[in-house]
Structures are given as C-alpha cells and as structure tokens.
T-cell receptor, first 114, second 111 residues
Framework: DGGITQSPKYLFRKEGQNVTLSCEQNLNHDAMYWYRQDPGQGLRLIYYSQIVNDFQKGDIAEGYSVSREKKESFPLTVTSAQKNPTAFYLC?????????????FGEGSRLTVL | AQSVTQPDIHITVSEGASLELRCNYSYGATPYLFWYVQSPGQGLQLLLKYFSGDTLVQGIKGFEAEFKRSQSSFNLRKPSVHWSDAAEYFCAVQYGNKLVFGAGTILRVKS
C-alpha cells in the first residue's frame, strides 16, 4: 500500500542532543513537508521540498535542518539550537508542481525532550 | 498576511445532532480549500476539498462544506453526528506552494 512512514513514533531525548526523525514515502510524490503541531496552534510549517536536492524554510525553521537526497526520503533533524523541541511532528507529501496541493500525512512522531 | 481562522476551539454536540464548524480565510483570489480530520495521536486525513465549480462540496464520512466567497468562509457541516466523529478538525488554505492551517476545532460528541 502506498503511504508515508514516519519513525520513530515516540522519541525521548535529553536536552542538548540532536535528534533525527525519519520520513519515507512511496507515493512517487515530488513535494514533501515537515509540520510541527502544538496544542491550540494548529500545524506550523518547518521546511518543505519541491524536488530532490532542494528545500525551503517554512515559518519556523530555526533550530531544524533537513536534507532531500532521494525523492522518497525527507529526514528532519531537531538540533540543540531548537529552544522548545517537545512537540508532535508530522511529515506530509503532495504531487507538487501541477498538483492540487492536497497533502498526504504520516502518522506523526512525538518527541519529548527531558 | 495570509491566515486561516477557526473561531471555535472546542465544540460539543449530542450524537445525532447537526454540526457546523466555521472557517474563515484571508486571500485575494479564489483559493484551494481543504478540511482535514485528526484522531488523537494520528496523522491528518482529508475530508474534502474545494478548487472551483460548485460551491457545495461533498466529502467522506457524510461531511460537506460550502464555499462562500462574499464571506471568505468554508464551513464544514454534517446533518447527524456519530460518536466516532469525535476528533480535531482543521481547515486549510493553499497559498502558493504551501498549505496554511487553522488552529483546529476539537469536536466532542455526547451520548
């Protein structure tokens, strides 16, 4: 079945450690996205990528980094510079240019920094 | 600035009652509009979308939404709510390459 796989589902880390969240899709979508979700704030865009080897900052990119070396994969690193990293992180994909903008989401990764 | 407003943070309805969730947006042109639903601890699932044409769109699970250009609104409706509809609902608007989401409305269903 086609879809988006995020791992791990739950992650605990100590303050000051970098953490990498995995996102893989087999939908053959060009565009991929990372959102952060906090209670009462909806989804805020961290980074997005329209094509391989290219990505753009979203609204809250500070303290995060990404790479897009393969079409299927868009990992997110939460660095020690992110002041408040505890959150629910959602990865999504869409067809990209020429598509309708509809996003397909993974099941999310919950990061807790102790 | 581009924004999406969902004025109700929480809504509680009785099972079998009708439902309307409100969504307003700021955008000059006719936007692409979406409603997503999220169960606790899960990703988001698309309920319905509007791109053009008929302003009343039908979605999955018996939901519908109406686009009203004059009010910059895209409200979600369901004639009869089921207990399984309890979830968080997000309105979203496409601005260029990005989807901007509202803050969400949590729906509680009482029996």
């Amino acid at each position: 079945d086609g879809g988006i796989t995020q791992s791990p589902k739950y992650l605990f880390r100590k303050e000051g450690q970098n953490v990498t969240l995995s996102c893989e899709q087999n939908l053959n979508h060009d565009a991929m996205y990372w959102y952060r979700q906090d209670p009462g704030q909806g989804l805020r865009l961290i980074y997005y990528s329209q094509i391989v080897n290219d990505f753009q900052k979203g609204d809250i990119a500070e303290g995060y980094s990404v790479s897009r070396e393969k079409k299927e994969s868009f990992p997110l690193t939460v660095t020690s510079a992110q002041k408040n990293p505890t959150a629910f992180y959602l990865c999504a994909s869409s067809m990209g240019q020429g598509g309708t903008g509809e996003l397909f989401f993974g099941e999310g990764s919950r990061l807790t920094v102790l | 600035a581009q924004s999406v407003t969902q004025p109700d943070i929480h809504i509680t309805v009785s099972e079998g009652a009708s439902l309307e969730l409100r969504c307003n947006y700021s955008y000059g042109a006719t936007p692409y509009l979406f409603w997503y639903v999220q169960s606790p601890g899960q990703g988001l699932q698309l309920l319905l979308k509007y791109f053009s044409g008929d302003t009343l769109v039908q979605g999955i699970k018996g939901f519908e939404a109406e686009f009203k250009r004059s009010q910059s609104s895209f409200n979600l409706r369901k004639p009869s709510v089921h207990w399984s509809d309890a979830a968080e609902y997000f309105c979203a608007v496409q601005y260029g390459n990005k989807l901007v989401f509202g803050a969400g409305t949590i729906l509680r269903v009482k029996s």
